[in-house]
């Protein structure tokens, strides 16, 4: 099993920044890939940013140019970087990790942080 500790969530002014922050332990030989997730009232999750272990990274269109994502293979963590934020960037954020062995693949997921932007 693999554990997810997400933090740096809370209450924003629309225009700031913010920095999320997720540590993974347990079992965590085999992960390709890092990265976050948001689900906003009413909608589905979303990809907002994931990186692979081959160095590429994957952004969504409503964050790319104002997010940065980092993985940390060394302490197996993922920060992630918003900028510049707005009302609609409210949702509930989540950590997420995909392993891989012999052809399985596993996702794993944190509690999840809520991110609340007021105008």
């Known amino acids: 099993q693999v554990q997810l500790v997400e933090s740096g969530g809370g209450l924003v002014q629309a225009g700031e920044s913010l920095r999320l922050s997720c540590v993974a332990s347990?079992?965590?030989?085999?992960?390709?890939?890092m990265g976050w997730y948001r689900q906003a009232p009413g909608k589905q999750r979303e990809l907002v940013a994931e990186q692979s272990n081959g160095g590429f990274i994957d952004y969504a269109d409503a964050v790319k140019g104002r997010s940065s994502v980092f993985w940390d293979m060394r302490k197996n963590s993922v920060d992630l970087q918003m900028r510049s934020l707005k009302h609609e960037d409210t949702a509930v954020y989540y950590c997420h990790a995909q392993k891989r062995v012999q052809g399985a693949s596993w996702d794993y997921w944190g509690q999840g942080t809520q991110v609340t932007v007021s105008s």
């Open positions: 347990g079992s965590i030989f085999g992960i390709t890939s």
